[in-house]
Structures are given as C-alpha cells and as structure tokens.
C-alpha cells in the first residue's frame, strides 16, 4: 500500500565504519608482539569491534575502541594495552 | 457472489474470527482474563489448519509484543491480544513497535488494573497506554470489534503505526450476539496482503531503530507524532471503504445517535455507549432532548469531528470509565475539555466516574446519572 511518507525510522545496513570514527574513542591501543603471538585467534574471535584480521593478527587501529578484551583473553600474553599519547 | 453468513457468537470469538479474515501470518500469544479466548480460539484454528499461521505461545505479554515486533520486522502481517495488567507489561514494548513503525494489530479487552485485583471492565488499563504513539480504537459490539480489525490493518500497514483495539471485558467480550461475516472475497478485495516498504531480510542484512544522534531522533518522533495525527483521514477512507464493500458501518472516528437537536449529549466509549442510546431514549421520552456522542477514535483524538458535530449551546456529560489521578474525574472529560477549550465556549462540560471494575451500568442508572447532571 501507499505509504504517507518514505522514511519512518533510521534503518542501518552493515559496511565497515557504519558506527563512525570510533577509533578515536581509544585511550588505551593494542599492540601485539608478533614473536610471541602463535595465531591461535582467540583475538580475532572475542574482538567486539571485528577490528582484527583473522590471519595476519593486525588491528584496524581506525575503528579499534581499545576496550581491551583482547589482551585479556591472548592465552600467550602476546597483547599490550598501551596508553595512547595525549 | 456469495452472500454474508450470520452466527451467533462472542466478542473475542469475532476477534479471532477477524485475525483469520485478515489472513494473519503470525499470532504470538499470552492468555489473560478475559482476553483468554481469542488466543484459544486463533490457537485451535491454527492447529486444525483452518488459519495459514504461526501461532508462537510465549512466557508473558512482554515478549509476546517482543514476539510481534520481530515478525512485523520480517514483513509477517500480525496480530495479538491482551488485557489489563498483561497490557501493561507491554509498555516498554509498546514504545518499540510505534517507533519502529511496525503496523502490529492488538486487542486490548478492557479490565481494570492490579492493585487491588479485578477481572472486570473499566479503561484505566487502555488509557494509561495513551503516549505510546499506537493509534487506540474503542468499540462498542462484537460486530464493530470483527469491522475494526479489518479496518485497523488498513490504517496499520498504510501509515505503519500499530493500532490497538479496545473493547470491554465481558460485556462484549463473553456476550453472544449476531455477527455478520462477510464473503471472504469481499474482505480480500478491502484488505489486499501485506507489502511493506522495509523489511528484516537475511539475503539484504540490516537493522533497524538503533542509536540515533538528537536531530535525527527528533526527527523521527515529530515523523511518528505528524503522522499520527494525519491518520484521520485515512481512518475514515478505510470506514468508508469498508462500508461500500461490506454496507457495515460503526461510525469511522466518531459514532452519533439522536445529536443534531440535542441539548443534553452523553459521552462515552465502549459497551457503556451502545447502552447509552437506551438511556438516549428514555430521556428523550421524558421530554429531554438528549443525544450520544462516542469518540470511537481515542488516539488520535478526532478533535476536529467532535467540533463539528457538538449542537450549539450542548451539555456534554462525560461519563468516565476510568479515573484521571490527581484530577477530579476522568480521562475523557480532560481531553475532551482541552479539545474544546478557546474553540466551542458555547459548550459546557459536566463528568461523572462510573463503572469502576465492572459495576453494571443499566440504561436506567446511566438516564438517572445524566438526568442528576444536569443540575451539578
């Protein structure tokens, strides 16, 4: 049927960056040290963001929150949370 | 063409009756008193594949309307029904299928509200819901709740609000009368299958009414509030509509008897204003000129309809099945009065609560009441 208007509520379709620049949220960045890191992707499993590359284990530091999950579930210890500068 | 059939029967047996003339797709559902039954009847007819539906039983009224939101999203047409307390566990629920512009039709069979406990009929349980931004019908026969639905899903995916149907429990809702139902041609030529504009798709993801900045919020909820008030015309087309098809009317936003001369006009919704036009003639018959004006649209308030039709210099007697806390009297004077305020000085509004959790309201004690009001 004919509707009144055309848009009635803010629908979202999934691209990448659709929620914005949040990398700039960061206070704290991920880094891993890739002499320790054994791919195992636990990272890139609990990442909430999807910010972490599944084989190479590098982070889209554009849209990384730095929320930190990350580091804590590395079961090597291979991740850092380090401040970022002001 | 074949003719309309005529049965015997009750309230939420029309409501069911209503859902499968629609062809609803989904029917989530919760049983309350005295809504029960038209969750059984639509249960058993989806069991015995007389509906092509889904029937989805849940754990409460909050996720039934959880329930109806997410099939609403995929495109289903739906329908629910409620009661009461069930009705206010909804609330939260209800807030996201009006901003989620979802055309859901529901039920309400109204009871009156815990605490203290009731199973019987007043309005505070649809009144309260006023600022949810659904649309809100009150009928007044079994004939006008199975009309209604029909109509409401017209309105519903036109406008993509959801609307909400009340009508009282046990005086419509348990009561047996006549009711037509139309050859199930005609309805299908009045209310041709759901096809909206948006909707939940897996092959095409998205989502929908998430975090939204402040101007773009308010631009949706003035949307939601313009288009709400816009509905009145469309109500009245699917009134109008439905009556070419059917040669059924209820009224479309506002029901009258014996107005044009009246001096005295009763104001009511629901089964109470069918019982009004009793108490009408009564007082007609004691040399009162009294009429009946029924809002049969609560929201929007059909403000400009009732201007018009109200006879120069009437006594508007509200009589109010629900109670407007920290106000004297009800909710229906309240809005009528802001309606009239700075427009019709020539009116005077007098109001009356009765009926609270069912107490009988007889043509004689309601042609007693009005008759007592004109002197307050």
Redesign the interface.
Known sequence: ??????A???????TKGSGGDTGSWRTHRPVVDHQICNKCQFCWIYCPEAVIDRHEITIDYTYCKGCGVCATECPSGAITMIKEEE | MKAAQVIMNTGTQAAALAAKSARVDVIPGYPITPQTNIIEAIAGMVEKGDMNARFIPVEGEHSVLAAAVAASAVGARVFTATSSNGLLYMHEVLHMASGGRLPIVMCNVNRGVFAPWTLWADHQDSFSQRDTGWIQYHCSSNQEVFNTILQAFRVAEQINIPIMINFDGFAISHCLMPLTLPPQEDIDRFLPPHEPGWRLDPANPSSFSNVTMAAEYATFRQMLSDDITASIPVVKQAAQEYKDITGMWDGDTIDTYRLEDAEVVAFAVNSMAAELKLSIDILREQGIKAGLLRPRLYLPFPAEDIIQALPQNAQVMVLDRNYNYGHSGGILAAELKSVLFDRRKDVTVKNRVMGIGGIDLTRRFMADEIRAMMND
């Open positions: 049927m004919k509707s009144l208007t055309k009635y509520q803010p629908i979202s379709w999934p």
